[in-house]
């Protein structure tokens, strides 16, 4: 019984699988007759591929040359100098940036002190005395 | 990595069976074009660098993929809800067929049955194009991929994304649904 059923289970498999493969027998033979300008499309798209592919494998090339230069200069085995060098140009500029902002920063305390000492170093002109306002000024509370 | 050779004489030939899998599914020849199109691009921009006995289960991948995106965008463009889950034949109830017994009629070479003088070969051909353009889509890719295509039913499943039980089934239907709408017509082996 069990054989049986394992018989028709084969059959059927068997026949499904020979009606398929004439079906696609049938398929194939249309698909050999296609219209010529469809032809001349699958033609053109084909060669565009190509072309395409064979831009990729030149730049595969490029780059293969490259990993050479680089084993030849004996970096080939870490990539992190790669990277050191791509992040190296902006903290050369962040540098820069905080270099002038210190730079401006001294000067202008620099010209300020100058001022200062200047003015506190040299002698009081004799028209400030006749000032009503710096008289009132010195005859003011100190702490007011 | 495939030549440059191989890849050529591997696109020429399945360009045209490709051509019609589009057909079948999108219904539009102009469509199909650009879709087979497609798929030799991403082929060769992606994959160019792959051995050639890779290429063949990456191009019905990509080309399901591509079909599948053209769908999408027409459901975009057209705002038109496409049920694509509707993988049922309509014809579920088989009770009254006996497949086994068309299946073994529609043996050898396909053939009209009374009138095989006066159909010729071409309109028979067409015919079973239509009927394979007619069955569910996933039937009919699971189909394509497996007895035209020739891959085996775990490169099938692969392509579909699905199981290999699921592979199995799809197929088991549509040549059942062949069968029957072949018979229908007059047409056997």
């Not at chain 1, 831009?55 to 293969?64: N, P, T, Y």
């Not at chain 2, 030799?40 to 051995?51: F, V």
């Not at chain 2, 549509?174 to 029957?180: M, P």
């Amino acid at each position: 019984m069990k054989n049986d059923n394992r018989y028709k289970i084969a059959a059927r498999e068997a026949a499904e699988s020979r009606f398929a493969r004439n079906v696609a027998a049938c398929l194939t033979e249309s698909a050999g007759t296609v219209a010529p300008d469809v032809a001349e499309r699958l033609r053109f798209a084909r060669e565009k591929s190509l072309e395409i592919a064979r831009r990729s494998r030149d730049g595969a090339q490029g780059l293969g040359i490259t990993a050479s230069g680089e084993a030849i200069a004996g970096f080939s085995q870490s990539r992190w100098w790669l990277r050191f060098a791509s992040v190296l140009p902006l903290v050369a500029l962040v540098g820069g940036l905080v270099l002038i902002q210190d730079w401006q920063n001294r000067t202008q305390i620099s010209v300020a002190a100058e001022v200062d000492e200047a003015l506190l170093g040299d002698d009081l002109p004799i028209n400030a005395y006749r000032d009503p306002g710096f008289s009132e000024f010195l005859k003011a509370p100190p702490n007011e | 990595m495939a030549t440059e050779k191989e890849l050529s004489d591997f696109l020429k030939s399945v360009e045209k069976r490709a051509w019609k899998r589009a057909v079948y599914a999108v219904r539009d020849d102009d469509a199909a074009l650009d879709i087979v199109q497609d798929t030799m691009i991403r082929l060769s921009e992606k994959y160019a660098d792959r051995p050639a006995a890779e290429l063949p289960l990456l191009f019905q991948r990509i080309l399901s993929n591509a079909t599948m995106d053209w769908f999408r965008r027409q459901k975009v463009r057209n705002q038109v809800v496409r049920n694509f889950s509707d993988f049922e034949s309509a014809a579920g109830k088989e009770d009254d067929f006996d497949i086994l017994e068309t299946l073994e009629a529609l043996g050898g070479p396909l053939q009209s049955e009374s009138a095989a003088e006066s159909v010729s070969r071409a309109q028979i051909l067409q015919t079973i194009e239509a009927e394979v353009a007619l069955l569910p889509a996933r039937q009919r890719e699971a189909f394509l991929l497996r007895y035209w295509e020739e891959l085996d039913v775990a490169e099938t499943a692969a392509s579909m994304g699905c199981s290999e039980g699921s592979v199995k089934t799809h197929c088991s239907r549509a040549v059942h649904a062949l069968a029957k709408a072949l018979k229908a017509k007059g047409i056997s082996t």
